[in-house]
């Protein structure tokens, strides 16, 4: 059974920091890249970060470049996103995906994800 499963989301300050975690599990197919991503009211869907499988191919949207960073420990099932220097902006619920397709930039599309989690909500505000 595929599960994808988000946690540590919550509020904070600007210039602060939170580290989202995603457990993914039940993948019997595809190159299962992780990829994080974000929608806040109003707007649309968007690619934040995504990883290969094996971490060494990883691709960061150009609005989080240099504040976020994407990890996974794959013996723990486990994808993880480190954000820092957080701002108004990021604010949104955050979910986790599995592309089944071998890395590319077009991971950061959401449509390339066939599996989601259920999202954690993220608001940096003072």
């Known amino acids: 059974q595929v599960q994808l499963a988000e946690s540590g989301g919550g509020l904070v300050q600007p210039g602060g920091s939170l580290r989202l975690s995603c457990t993914a599990s039940?993948?019997?197919?595809?190159?299962?890249?992780i990829g994080w991503f974000r929608q806040a009211p109003g707007k649309e869907r968007e690619g934040v970060s995504c990883?290969?499988?094996?971490?060494?191919?990883?691709y960061y949207a150009d609005s989080v470049k240099g504040r976020f960073t994407i990890s996974r420990d794959n013996a723990k099932n486990t994808v993880y996103l480190q954000m820092n220097s957080l701002e108004p902006e990021d604010t949104a619920v955050y979910y986790c995906?599995?592309?089944?397709?071998?890395?590319?930039?077009?991971?950061?599309?959401?449509?390339?994800?066939?599996?989601w989690g259920q999202g954690t909500q993220v608001t940096v505000s003072s």
């Open positions: 995906a599995r592309s089944p397709f071998r890395i590319s930039s077009a991971c950061l599309n959401p449509r390339q994800s066939d599996y």
């Open positions: 039940g993948f019997t197919d595809g190159y299962n890249v």
């Open positions: 990883i290969s499988s094996s971490s060494r191919t990883i």
